[in-house]
């Protein structure tokens, strides 16, 4: 993997002439740039490798921790249609680490994800009248909020997730927001906006769909660098990970490329394994604090980790099963895929 300093390189290039030539190179594996800035950018030893920090922040596993200290997650999402997206964003969260996964979704989705997997704390309350206070009763015994995962698009449903980030934006809390999610602030982006403790996790469709709404018109398709970027200015510098094949993490200030090798299996659900992963590596790296991450921003160190996590899945799921390979595929390979990627 390679992490590349945005100055140096850009100046490179520049004498060069060969701008194309400088990000072939630098998007060999990964890159930590400051693209479309000619302005000085800081030295080099900013520039660490990224899997480095993903390492630095994971706390060890030691005997004198209780039970929720490495992450109480919860998942925003489950409706009649979609049990299996907040089930995949859940267990994923517990099997990199996370000691508490619980699931909010609706009423007649409950027993189907409860019946999964034992593991998993299930409320049936987001379509019940009351669900946002529902929900926040246990907003402040939980790390991080991912809202979206097979939530569906029902007005009512919208509106309390509406609520739901609301009570989670006065408390601080960080927010993940994906798939339904993303429909919701495509629609109000202001719900969102400026709140820097969230990521936003489109994939081609959702990211297009935001683009469009904020920036008013159609993606650049030919300048991926730019468009994330630009998104993430416009959304108030929140972070924003494209995903697709290769993908793009900005915070409106920096850009990461993620193209650590997956497969080209695409089958449903990887994207709700990455938002589970997500919340998890969130948590740890606002934990870490400062110095174990070299002043970088921690959601961005996250982003990246959880990318490369579910990339890494994805790829060895694909060497064992080939075509036939599913989302729970790629979760039987988390504890391996994290093993190998930032604990050897
Ligand atoms: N087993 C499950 O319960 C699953 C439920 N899911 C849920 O399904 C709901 C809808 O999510 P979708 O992602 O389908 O919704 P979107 O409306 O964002 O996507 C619509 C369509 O865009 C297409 N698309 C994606 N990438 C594309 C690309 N690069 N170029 C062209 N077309 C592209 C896909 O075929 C998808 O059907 C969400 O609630 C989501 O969480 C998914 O997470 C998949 C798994
Ligand atoms: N063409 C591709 N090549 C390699 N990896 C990809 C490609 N497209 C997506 N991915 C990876 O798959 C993961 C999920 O991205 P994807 O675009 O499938 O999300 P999604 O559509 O939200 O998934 P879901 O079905 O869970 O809703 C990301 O980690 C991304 O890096
Ligand atoms: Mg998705």
Redesign the pocket.
């Known amino acids: 993997m390679v992490v590349c300093s945005s100055m140096a390189a850009w100046a490179a290039a520049a004498s060069a002439g060969v701008l194309a030539a400088f990000l072939l190179f630098c998007l060999q594996e990964a890159v930590l740039e400051r693209p479309f800035s000619l302005r000085p950018t800081r030295p080099a030893k900013d520039m660490d490798n990224i899997f480095q920090l993903v390492r630095n922040v994971i706390p060890p596993l030691t005997s004198k921790k209780h039970k929720g200290q490495d992450g109480k997650i919860g998942i925003i ?1 489950g ?1 009649k ?8 964003a859940a267990i994923t969260a517990l099997k990199v680490g996370a000691d508490l996964s619980h699931v909010f979704c609706t009423k007649d989705a409950a027993t189907v994800i409860k019946s999964y997997s034992p593991e998993l704390i299930v409320h049936p309350v987001l379509d019940h009248p009351n669900a946002v206070s529902e929900v926040d009763k246990w907003l402040p015994r939980l790390h991080t909020l991912v809202i ?6 029902e007005d009512a449903i919208l509106d309390n997730a509406k609520g739901i980030i609301e009570k989670a934006k006065s408390k601080g809390l960080p927010i993940v927001i ?3 999610g ?2 919701l602030i495509a629609q109000q982006p202001a719900i969102i906006q400026g709140y820097q403790r969230a990521v936003l996790t ?5 990211f297009s ?1 935001l683009y469009e709404a904020l920036l008013s018109e159609p993606v650049e398709t030919s300048d991926q660098h730019g468009s994330v970027l630009r998104l993430s200015q416009a959304m108030g510098n929140i972070t924003i990970i494209q995903k ?1 094949e290769r993908d793009l993490i900005s915070d409106g200030d920096k850009v990461l490329v993620c193209s650590h090798e997956g497969s080209s299996r ?1 089958c ?2 990887q ?2 394994l990455l938002a589970g992963s997500l919340g998890v590596l969130l948590h740890w790296a606002l934990l870490a604090g400062h110095e174990k991450i070299n002043a970088q921003n921690p959601f961005l160190v996250a982003a990246f980790g959880a990318c490369s996590l579910t990339r890494q899945c994805n790829h060895q799921a694909f060497q064992k099963c080939g075509r036939s390979m599913t ?1 729970s595929d790629m979760i039987s390979e988390v504890g391996t895929a994290f093993n190998k990627l930032f604990e050897t």
């Not at 249609?81 to 995949?88: K, L």
């Open positions: 999402g409706c249609e979609y049990t299996g997206a907040p089930y995949f979206g995962p097979g939530m569906g698009r994906d798939a339904d993303l429909w489109p994939n081609f469709m959702e769909r697709g695409r449903g659900g994207g709700d989302t």
